[in-house]
């Protein structure tokens, strides 16, 4: 399946294996028309991209879209850092950014101690046990996505359902809502069948992602692809397949 732009894409800037030229390349080859670098962000403890990165990476961005005729864009996958909601983009970032892709990772510092306790701590249980998350959990973990959702314009919702319980199909008709894109992850798909029957049924908008975190990887959808095939999901609700998607942070004409 060929889609038109990688909005997910690593380099080493956070935890990727390659440059920015180096993902480039791989999506000229792969016929790709624009490709977004979206490392970590700020509140990750290890392997992030750094605010005082952001201008530096705009003139890499600018130079490489030149060079090899293909739109780059600098975006950030940013972290979820509050029981309310909050994420670790400011205002001032978006200055410097074009896009936001986020959502929840484990290794990050919170916004307060009592966010670790009511937000962080009670999902790494899950995890370490392997335990099922309880209905309790699911809930409280759908509240804080969708108040994330509202608080902030995502463009992206970054690997739904992983490491995160929720809702699926209640958080996309909340993304539906606010106009974020729905990711369907090339790493980390983690929905039921049910969750895609109702998504299909809500007629969400979905974006295929490589999340690459290896040069070769980007424009690599073929588990998305897989995904879409087998619920036979409506082309028409994939908003990168022909042309740039429309993101709510969309600057005015930008290409």
């Known amino acids: 399946m060929q889609i038109y732009g990688d909005y997910h894409t690593h380099t080493y800037y956070s935890d990727g294996k390659g440059s920015m030229e180096d993902n480039v390349k791989e999506a000229v080859s792969k016929g790709l028309k624009q490709i977004m670098i979206s490392d970590h962000g700020f509140n990750r403890r290890i392997k992030f991209m750094k605010r005082n990165e952001l201008d530096e990476l705009r003139v890499e961005a600018d130079r490489l879209s030149k060079l090899y005729n293909i739109k780059v864009f600098v975006g950030v996958e940013a972290n979820l850092i509050s029981a309310e909601g909050d994420i670790d983009v400011l205002p001032e970032d978006m200055k410097k950014l074009d896009f936001i892709v986020c959502g929840f990772h484990k290794i990050i510092k919170p916004k307060r101690f ?3 306790i009511r937000v962080f701590l009670p999902n790494y249980f899950y995890e370490i046990t392997g335990f099922t998350p309880s209905e309790y959990r699911i809930k409280k973990n759908t509240e804080i996505y969708i108040k994330m959702l509202e608080k902030n314009k995502i463009d992206i919702l970054a690997h739904p359902n992983h490491d995160f319980a929720i809702d699926v199909p209640a958080v996309a008709r909340k993304a539906k809502e606010v106009g974020t ?7 980390h798909i983690e929905w039921s069948d049910s969750d895609v029957m109702q998504m299909n049924k809500d007629r969400i908008m979905f974006i295929l992602s490589s999340d690459a975190h290896k040069s070769e990887q980007v424009g ?7 995904l879409v095939k087998k619920y036979n999901i409506d082309l028409n609700c994939i908003a990168n397949l022909k042309e740039m998607p429309h993101f709510i942070n969309r600057k005015e004409g930008q290409a």
């Open 220 to 226: 690599d959808v073929t588990k998305c692809e897989n």
């Open 114 to 116: 009592i966010d670790f």
């Open 181 to 187: 894109l729905f990711e369907i992850n090339g790493r």
